[in-house]
C-alpha cells in the first residue's frame, strides 16, 4: 500500500512561482514512477510532468515544459514541482500520482498509475 500526501499549494501571482511537495509513504518508492497531474476547474484531469525510477528521465507537457521541473528524493521519500513563470492557466488542483514498477519510460495515462493523493489547489492570479 502506498499513500500520497501533497502540500505547498496556494495563491500566486502570474508570473510568481510555487513549489508542491508529495511525501510518500511505504518501501517501494525508489521503484515507482512518480508524476503529477492536474485539474483545473471543469476540465479533466491531465499529466503535467512525470519521473521514472531512477531519475534519468522526465516527461513533461507541451504547456509547461520550460517553466516546470519534477525531481525526487528518494532518501526522503519525496517528489517535488517547481514551479516558475505561473500563469492563470495553470489554477488546478494538483494531484500526485504513483505507479509501481521498474519502467524506463514515463507514463502520461492517467489509468496507467496505481496510487493518488488527496491533490493540493493551486490558484494563479492574473
Known amino acids: 500500500q502506498v499513500q500520497l500526501v501533497e502540500s505547498g499549494g496556494g495563491l500566486v501571482q502570474t508570473g510568481g512561482s510555487l513549489r508542491v511537495s508529495c511525501a510518500a509513504s511505504?518501501?517501494?518508492?525508489?521503484?515507482?514512477?512518480m508524476a503529477w497531474f492536474r485539474q483545473p476547474p471543469g476540465k479533466e484531469r491531465e499529466f503535467v510532468a512525470g519521473i521514472n525510477w531512477s531519475g534519468g528521465r522526465t516527461e513533461y507537457a507541451h504547456s509547461v515544459k520550460g517553466r516546470f521541473t519534477i525531481s525526487r528524493d528518494d532518501a526522503k521519500n519525496m517528489v517535488y514541482l517547481q514551479m516558475n513563470s505561473l500563469k492563470p492557466e495553470d489554477t488546478a488542483v494538483y494531484y500526485c500520482?504513483?505507479?509501481?514498477?521498474?519502467?524506463?519510460?514515463?507514463?502520461?495515462?492517467?489509468?496507467?498509475?496505481?496510487?493518488w493523493g488527496q491533490g493540493t489547489q493551486v490558484t494563479v492570479s492574473s
Open positions: 500520482a504513483a505507479r509501481l514498477g521498474f519502467d524506463d519510460a514515463v507514463q502520461a495515462a492517467r489509468y496507467r498509475y496505481d496510487y
Open positions: 511505504g518501501r517501494t518508492f525508489s521503484s515507482q514512477t
